[in-house]
């Protein structure tokens, strides 16, 4: 990312870092502003900025461009997918998901550990799983919801009056009465 603006922003860039320790402090304040998007989003993200900014984008910028690219997808953002998943009830198949990689990330995740432990542990969890499947999203691979089992439906046909009796006979000598 950082050389994709160096060559396209050249004297911008070489103004707002002028020297090497500063653009390691900068770098590493980027990397964990920007974790919760996959790589392939960063760079998209940065295109976004070169092809529509004749100026160097700031963080701020930067994070707009990589969520503007998860948009366009149909793709919450990171944090908020990880809400959503939280936040949704049983059965979690049966539920309007924003995109099925909110569903896919929360199920990978394994939802009673989601719901049951803190977000300090649990998010990094939702996160990692959520990044791969966005990676297979700007990928080109469409996901979609697994197939819910259903339980078999048979139609139901009334016993003949001498099942009735045989059953009640059953059940009256089960209980005692």
Known sequence: MFALFRLNYHNQYYAAFPDAEQLKQIKKLWLDSLADYPVEQILKGAKHAIEHSEYLPTLNRMLECCQQGLADLGLPSARDAYIEACRAPAPRADQAWSHPAVYLAGRD?????????????????????????????????????PARERLEHHKPRPLSREDQLAQLKKLREGTGL
């Open 109 to 145: 995740s394994d939802w009673y550990f989601l719901a049951n432990h803190t977000e300090r542990s649990s998010w990094p969890v939702f996160r990692d799983h959520y990044q791969r499947y966005c990676t297979r999203v700007l990928q080109g691979e469409t996901l979609t919801m």
